[in-house]
């Protein structure tokens, strides 16, 4: 029987997880996904969490003895969150040790709220919950907002591992990778052992298709319609020729022989919104030596059952995707004013998702308190 995940983690894709709970943890899910499945990494977002938060009662034990302590209900949520992604980095370490610390790593994220607020409360934040969770095959997630980019830096310099989140367009790409060259300068010349430390650049597809796909829609031409599913993949080609540039450069010729690993570009959000949409298509559509692929367990089980590894569809694209989004434009469909309004409806999404996970974690806390 052909092992897809197999082929397609041979053809330089890193598959992970983007889930996790503490159901996961404590049955073996995550485990047996590692183990079967080629699973060799995990995300986690608000929304992830507040689903797992609130639809599981495997909390319960954790809950009552933060009622007991009267921790505050924004700390207590911290510490919920950070023990599920402390066991998950415990699983994932054999990922790590295998991959010599370029896999098995696990990503939990900063608070969503800050993301448009000064850099300086991302960068506390970046170091409490690295100091929390305590283990060296952590990311921390930093959205890619103009306002934390400078946190980026910062928080590397620091010698912290880095998942930078919410990367929808290329210039802000071409920014988190400098940010990136900067901070690893920096944390090269402030004595940290950069060979344990990693980075990845997550960039969002499928939301770009939705996005895009909607307002194609509303101009209800044959030319609109036939430019339907295009925008998401074109754009992340763009996207891995710009990192084939950046890492190709004298200046990261010297970082690499100091010791530091290149900032990975991630594939987020790769489950098909539209069903109309092959399934498995932002994953056969994005096979390119280097990259990470964090897809919902759904999604790699599909791969696995009929998913196709196709060798050289990223970089030999790149004509044909600047065409697309050349075509696009043309439509009247304006780049800037989509990619602003995915990172703003992102961002609020998550903040809304936070403030579900602290809701939930304060029913549970003040139920617990009532029945003492």
Excluded at 42 to 64: M, R, W
Excluded at 65 to 85: F, H, K, Q, S, Y
Excluded at 97 to 103: L, M, N, P, Q, T
Aim: hydrophobic share 45%.
């Amino acid at each position: 029987m052909t092992d897809r995940l197999a082929e397609l983690s041979a053809a330089g894709v890193a598959v992970w997880l983007d889930d996790i709970s503490r159901e996961r943890l404590v049955t073996g899910g995550l485990d047996k996904l590692r183990r079967d499945q080629h699973v060799v990494g995990v995300t986690s977002n608000p929304t992830i969490f507040a689903k797992a938060v609130s639809d599981s009662d495997d909390y319960a034990e954790q809950v009552a003895d933060l009622a007991l302590r009267g921790v505050d209900i924004e700390e207590a949520t911290r510490m919920i969150t950070t023990m599920d992604v402390r066991s998950a980095c415990d699983v994932m370490r054999p990922a790590y040790d295998a991959s010599g610390g370029v896999d098995g790593r696990v990503s939990i994220e900063v608070d969503p709220r800050l993301a448009y607020k000064d850099a300086a409360a991302t960068i506390a934040e970046a170091k409490q919950l690295w100091w929390l969770v305590d283990r060296e095959n952590l990311f921390i997630k930093i959205p890619a907002t103009e306002k934390s980019v400078p946190a980026i830096t910062t928080v590397l310099a620091a010698g912290i591992s880095v998942n930078v989140t919410l990367i929808f367009s290329l210039s802000r790409y071409d920014d988190v990778m400098d940010a990136f060259f900067t901070g690893m300068e920096q944390a090269v010349a402030n004595g940290h052992d950069v060979s344990k430390m990693a980075s990845v650049a997550s960039f969002f597809v499928s939301r770009m298709d939705t996005e895009v796909d909607k307002r194609l829609d509303k101009m209800g031409t044959p030319e609109a319609q036939a430019m339907h599913g295009k925008a998401a993949i074109a754009n992340a080609q763009l996207a891995y020729e710009q990192y084939e540039k950046a890492f190709s450069s004298d200046r990261w010729k010297a970082l690499a022989a100091a010791g530091v690993k290149p900032q990975r570009p991630l594939w987020a959000s790769t489950s098909t919104k539209n069903p109309a949409y092959r399934d498995v298509m932002y994953v056969e559509e994005l096979v390119a030596p280097g990259v990470v692929n964090t897809m919902p367990e759904a999604t790699i089980h599909a791969f696995a059952e009929h998913g196709e590894v196709k060798q050289g569809v990223v970089q030999g694209s790149y004509a044909q995707a600047r065409k697309v989004l050349d075509d696009l434009t043309a439509l009247g469909v304006v780049y800037d004013d989509v990619v602003e309004t995915l990172e703003r409806e992102a961002v609020d999404k998550f903040e809304a998702s936070w403030l579900e996970m602290i809701g939930s974690v304060r029913t549970q806390i003040e139920g617990a308190r009532s029945q003492r």
